[in-house]
């Protein structure tokens, strides 16, 4: 099975508005984390957002949140009020296993491109 | 450097050739990840060194990849007799002990003709 599902291999969205978009994971693990990272055409990947599985609270970081539903292993993104420079890939990416000892691999899922309309 | 630096940004290699892709991640920085990035495709997990220990290297897709960290900070990935199928972007990682989140860097494009 796949570790990282996302089903919108593209997205649009209107300058100014909110977008969000779907990522479900698979894991028998009990801690893990789960990432987005925004890929711009330059190549970079781009740390976003990060859920910790013991976190309560929904991550947020500026116009990002992550809407992390832990029963129905889900975390989308959401982007508010959307700007030109967010057109891009978006991936998201789950750690398995406590991140104490130093290694956490991280598997990522194969994206969603979005493109903000002016 | 205040980033994860990797050489060349592009690479073109005649199918056969041999390449060597350097990264320099973030002073400090314990661990070091590779991965490979076929086009239009989500990064593919190959390598992950602490500090000069190689901990995991279940993703390498062949023996024709090697990589190394002989003193804990510089990596090299080298693939000999490169193959087309071998064309993608090679990224780079690096993360302090026991931070949850990579920073790469912007990646070399080898292109295997």
């Known amino acids: 099975a796949q570790k990282i599902t996302q089903t919108q291999p593209g997205m649009f969205v209107q300058e100014k508005e909110a977008v969000t978009l779907d990522c479900t994971y698979d894991?028998?693990?009990?801690?893990?984390?789960l990432f987005w990272y925004k890929q711009p055409s330059s190549g970079e990947m781009i740390f976003l957002i990060y859920q910790g599985s013991y976190d309560q609270q929904n991550a947020t970081e500026g116009r990002y949140s992550l809407n992390f539903q832990k029963a129905r292993k889900s975390a989308n993104l959401v982007i508010s009020a959307s700007q030109l420079g967010d057109s891009a890939m978006y991936f998201c990416?789950?750690?398995?296993?406590?991140?104490?000892?130093?290694?956490?691999?991280?598997?990522f899922g194969i994206g969603t491109k979005l493109q903000v309309i002016p | 450097g205040a980033g994860v630096s990797q050489s060349p940004r592009y690479k073109v290699a005649k199918r056969g050739q041999d390449v060597a892709l350097r990264c320099d991640p973030i002073?400090?920085?314990?661990?070091l990840f590779w991965y490979q990035q076929a086009l239009g495709q989500g990064p593919e997990f190959l390598t992950y060194?602490?500090?000069?220990?190689?901990?995991?290297k279940s993703g390498l897709p062949s023996d024709r990849f090697f990589a190394e960290r002989p003193e804990g900070s510089v990596s090299t990935l080298k693939i000999q007799r490169t193959q087309q199928e071998d064309s993608a972007v090679y990224l780079c990682?690096?993360?302090?002990?026991?931070?949850?989140?990579?920073?790469f860097g912007s990646g070399t494009r080898l292109t295997v003709v």
């Open positions: 060194f602490q500090n000069e220990a190689q901990l995991d």
């Open positions: 990682a690096s993360s302090p002990q026991g931070f949850y989140g990579y920073t």
């Open positions: 894991t028998s693990d009990p801690s893990y984390g």
């Open positions: 002073s400090g920085h314990v661990s």
């Open positions: 990416a789950m750690r398995e296993g406590k991140i104490t000892g130093g290694y956490q691999k991280v598997t």
